[in-house]
């Protein structure tokens, strides 16, 4: 019961993590950009201002993970 817990914890780190890649595919869907341009400015914006944020989640994500899994007496 004790490894299903981690395992679960391990789960919702990991849909945290990824929260700014479903925003960016919602935003994309909701604006359903046509052209060129307006695949560009969406594009661009998306990895502007989500892919650092991604990067940051996946970092700590990563870390909490590890820390999780390995280090379970610490939690």
Same mark, same amino acid.
């Given at each position: 019961?004790?490894?299903?817990?981690?395992?679960?914890?391990?789960?919702?780190? +990991?849909? =945290?993590?990824?929260?700014?890649?479903?925003?960016?595919?919602? #935003?994309?869907?909701?604006?359903?950009?046509? &052209?060129?341009?307006?695949? +560009?400015? =969406?594009?661009?914006?998306?990895?502007?201002?989500?892919?650092? #944020?991604?990067?940051?989640?996946?970092?700590? &994500?990563?870390?909490?993970?590890?820390?999780?899994?390995?280090?379970?007496?610490?939690?």
């Amino acid at each position: 019961m004790e490894k299903l817990k981690w395992w679960l914890i391990s789960l919702g780190i +990991f849909i =945290v993590m990824n929260i700014p890649a479903g925003v960016f595919l919602l #935003v994309k869907h909701c604006l359903a950009p046509e &052209g060129f341009w307006q695949k +560009f400015v =969406v594009y661009g914006l998306g990895v502007y201002f989500l892919g650092g #944020v991604q990067i940051v989640f996946w970092i700590i &994500g990563v870390v909490a993970i590890y820390f999780c899994l390995t280090n379970k007496k610490r939690w």
